[in-house]
């Protein structure tokens, strides 16, 4: 009986720590990742043999694979995603997807440096990170800036960014919310289409 007692506390204390070793992992891999993202993206923005439009290119692969922007236009909509067709769902996916990338791309292509220094990774579930970081804009600007990181089939992406204390996608839930409650979603829907011309 003790054995068995024995070999039962044993394996789970092994099990334990293995699982605290994933974790562990999970969790540095979470920072190298932020870092990775922040310094390609002054790379590329820095980059004088790449032509405006290369950087252009380059930042919206960064973004389409460093962050869930299919999850964001969700979460954004807020309560009207139920309220709205499959159809209608999809081409406003596809709509605030390209809008994200049309607004911040030029914002990040006209980049002039800085670093980013995370302070401490908090595992809020298994899958889902929370980053504290703070950003020196090398001109004696420093911003505390977090990130809330998941992973989806293996990969790391970045879900939102709140800096001081403001929370990005909360904020466009409540701009989105606003515009659909007072002009309706198809209007709403009109002006993401006329963004793209």
Request: aromatic share 12%; charged share 25%; hydrophobic share 40%.
């Amino acid at each position: 009986m003790k054995k068995i007692l024995l070999l039962t506390l044993s394996l789970f204390f092994l099990l334990t720590q293995i699982e605290f070793c994933f974790a562990e992992e999970n969790t540095k891999d979470t920072g190298v990742f932020v870092e990775a993202v922040f310094k390609d993206s002054i790379k590329i923005s820095k980059d004088n043999s790449l032509t405006e439009k290369q950087k252009e290119n380059q930042l919206t692969d960064l973004i389409n694979e460093s962050v869930d922007t299919n999850w964001i236009a969700k979460f954004v909509i807020g309560k009207y995603w139920r309220q709205i067709t499959q159809q209608q769902q999809q081409e406003f996916i596809n709509l605030y997807q390209s809008y994200l990338i049309k607004t911040y791309v030029p914002k990040f292509k006209n980049y002039g440096g800085g670093n980013i220094k995370v302070n401490k990774i908090i595992q809020q579930k298994e899958k889902v990170f929370f980053v504290q970081a703070e950003f020196d804009d090398n001109e004696g600007q420093v911003v505390n800036i977090d990130f809330r990181i998941i992973k989806k089939n293996g990969d790391l992406l970045i879900t939102d960014i709140i800096a001081e204390g403001i929370s990005f996608i909360v904020t466009q839930r409540s701009e989105v919310n606003s515009t659909i409650s007072n002009k309706g979603f198809e209007n709403f829907l009109e002006h993401l289409r006329e963004l793209q011309k």
